[in-house]
């Protein structure tokens, strides 16, 4: 017997009690087990061909699909309600893209369409003016996947109850149509045909509703697991990067929430099912690595040797780690030491026309990112990120601070990451072996030049297939752009964009993608384009509030949190962000007030967490963009630079919220608010 089982199975389980998933748990076990049933009390439900209930308990039925050797767990839910819904269903492939979908019947009467789940009395509704999707043609519908039963429903649809046909139709069709709703062309998502005699439970689409499982132990392990549904039922768009047989380096973008950390999971965990490989899998900070530990450990509890294959590290620690075997334990140079030994060379007189703050964001960024050793190397190396233009001798007054910078690091026995990551490359430069046949890379935008030179040694050591990166141009916040191409991570031609948004509502997205340019390109040109990417569900308007004290924002927040627990969402649920230290204070007194445990966190270390609700507080003029990062820049012309970087830090807070999104601070408030504003909404910000 081949058993799978389907989103809507899932969905209707977590809907339970406790005590009643466990049961229906054992008596999958039990089905997953005997094939033909017999410990389970099976009945057929005559009026829907090919499905059946199994006996859970004396009220619980599962709702299976049979045919054949293959059995399909599709439901589960009290008596009448199960087979209610076994009536309303059918099992079938769509006889234009081939994908098999379970769908819903559609009665027609003499009057109008009737949506067979929503019987009962209902109030009269106004009468809408528009109709989206009234001049879309039978071909056009069909090639994204809607049934043939519910072309007349789709075009009937008005703007008022396009919410509910979504939720009736398969996700394929209902993502078309809420794009084209939005202003998106419905051409963009015409879904590729299965071939001819393929089958239908292949095609990705179906991939993304139902799951076969082999055995119990995979069966426990997906149902015990407490992840997202779309780490499961991958999108088309992303099962394809997940296992394209890719000739070089390959990057995967996307606006927030588009799902570019499940793709990267589902990568390495598909490259972890060849033999003899060994996946690196990595991030840029160890609370992120450690989330994607969590993942992997639920997606691989079935599949020990894939797990034994998969080491999960941040990339700072496995480069920490590979040093420390090969040459010893480093001793790292600190910011504040390498400040103090600039500072010292100023007070020995270098460095002449240049001041200490520039001579430090010149070291960070360029002499120490690019690994400028000597004075030659100053002089000729192109200063990418950094705008104003040196002369000769500004370069030579310049060169003898950095001189004396690495001399006095080096007497002291201290590296820079960016020396611990050059020395590892010139080791694998030198046909060194590594431990790790593949590497992928998820929030890959915060990549340093140091990082970004070892994982092009690493690739070109390697296989074709070596290096996989995903990340968000619109999330960078650590470091000034610089180009990929140059230093051997060439992913044109390689490069896949996400346009499905799962996590953030539709509203919190449009608001976040105002702080970003409609198109935002790298250094190599490759461009991103934010138009066009959709939400897959809707929530509230994000609130800004703007008042005229600490105080009255923290009642604002309180108000908020508490609005928000009496609606069901639980403390550990929300979080209360700000930009850095000095405001953490102001968000602890709100937590507190509201007596809500929740989680307060800078902006920076949000970085890649969820939350159903957010607010971001202490949005005030003179916090972000933050004035000490802006007195700092010793380079004018790197101002806009670091604007920017300010407005990605804002948009990454904003984009940690799915349903609930308030922003605050005392007016008139941070710049970056202007851009949030919707004039159309008729949305008051004070």
């Not at 809507?8 to 009690?17: D, I, N, S, V």
């Not at 499961?232 to 588009?258: C, E, I, K, M, Y």
Request: hydrophobic share 45%; with cysteine; glycine share 8%.
């Amino acid at each position: 017997m081949t058993l799978l089982y389907a989103s809507t199975f899932t969905k209707a389980l977590r809907r339970l009690t406790a005590n009643e998933q466990k049961q229906v748990k054992i008596a999958a076990f039990d089905l997953a087990q005997d094939e033909g049933g017999n410990g389970l009390q099976l009945h057929r439900v005559e009026a829907a061909p090919g499905f059946w209930t199994a006996r859970v308990s004396q009220d619980l039925r599962l709702v299976l699909h049979k045919d054949g050797a293959r059995t399909l767990i599709a439901y589960v839910d009290h008596h009448d309600a199960a087979y209610r819904w076994a009536e309303r269903r059918r099992l079938i492939p769509h006889e234009r893209t081939g994908a098999m979908q379970l769908v819903q019947v559609v009665e027609r009467t003499v009057e109008h369409l009737v949506y067979t789940e929503r019987v009962g009395e209902a109030a009269p509704r106004p009468t809408a003016t528009h109709r989206p999707f009234a001049k879309l043609s039978d071909d056009e519908l069909l090639n994204v996947g809607v049934p043939r039963d519910w072309l007349a429903a789709v075009r009937a649809a008005d703007e008022m109850s396009v919410d509910e046909l979504f939720d009736l139709l398969p996700d394929e069709a209902a993502e078309a149509l809420l794009d084209v709703a939005t202003g998106g062309r419905i051409e963009d998502h015409v879904v590729v045909p299965a071939a001819p005699g393929a089958d239908p439970f292949a095609h990705p689409d179906a991939q993304r509703r139902f799951r076969e499982v082999a055995g119990v132990e995979e069966l426990r392990a997906a149902l015990d697991a407490p992840f997202a549904e779309w780490a499961v039922f991958l999108h088309p768009a992303q099962r394809a990067p997940v296992t394209r047989d890719w000739r070089g380096p390959a990057r995967v973008s996307g606006s927030a929430g588009t799902g570019k950390t499940i793709v990267a999971l589902h990568r390495a965990v598909h490259l972890a099912g060849r033999a003899g490989a060994r996946v690196l899998l990595t991030t840029f900070s160890k609370p992120l690595a450690a989330a994607l530990a969590d993942k992997v450990a639920l997606m691989t509890e079935a599949l020990p040797e894939r797990r034994a294959r998969l080491t999960v590290r941040s990339l700072d620690q496995a480069a920490y780690d590979l040093y420390a075997e090969a040459f010893g334990q480093p001793s790292l140079a600190t910011p504040s030491q390498v400040r103090a030994a600039i500072t010292a060379a100023v007070a020995a007189g270098l460095g002449e026309g240049h001041d200490a703050a520039f001579l430090f964001e010149e070291w960070d960024e360029l002499v120490d990112a690019w690994g400028i050793v000597d004075a030659a190397g100053y002089a000729t190396v192109p200063r990418l990120g950094r705008k104003t233009r040196l002369g000769p001798r500004q370069r030579e007054r310049a060169w003898a601070v950095f001189a004396f910078v690495r001399d006095r690091l080096a007497q002291r026995g201290l590296v820079t990451w960016a020396e611990i990551y050059a020395r590892l490359t010139d080791r694998l430069g030198q046909g060194r072996p590594l431990p790790f046949t593949h590497v992928v890379v998820d929030e890959a935008q915060d990549l340093s030049v140091a990082q970004a030179r070892f994982l092009a040694a690493i690739g070109r050591a390697g296989e074709a297939d070596a290096l996989f990166f995903t990340g968000d141009l619109g999330q960078r916040i650590f470091h000034l752009p610089f180009s990929w191409a140059k230093l051997g991570l060439d992913v044109r031609g390689r490069a896949v964009v996400l346009k499905v948004c799962y996590r953030t509502s539709h509203q919190i997205r449009r608001t976040a993608d105002r702080l970003l340019g409609r198109e935002i390109a790298d250094q190599d040109g490759i461009g991103e384009v934010r138009a066009g990417t959709v939400s897959v569900f809707d929530g509230p308007e994000p609130q800004v509030t703007l008042v005229e004290d600490e105080a009255a924002e923290r009642d604002a927040v309180v108000a908020w949190l508490r609005a928000a627990l009496a609606e069901g969402v639980a403390a550990d649920e929300m979080a209360l962000l700000v930009r850095g230290q000095g405001q953490l204070s102001r968000a602890r007194a709100a937590a507190k007030a509201a007596g809500a445990d929740v989680p307060v966190l800078t902006m920076h270390e949000a970085k890649g967490l969820e939350f159903r609700g957010v607010a971001v507080m202490a949005l005030d003029e003179d916090v972000l963009p933050d004035p000490d990062r802006l007195a700092g820049v010793g380079d004018i012309a790197d101002l806009k630079a670091v604007q920017d970087t300010e407005r990605h830090l804002l948009y990454v807070a904003a984009t940690r919220a799915r349903d609930r999104l308030l922003l605050a601070g005392i007016r008139p408030g941070s710049e970056f608010l202007d851009d949030l504003v919707d004039g159309e909404s008729g949305q008051d910000r004070f």
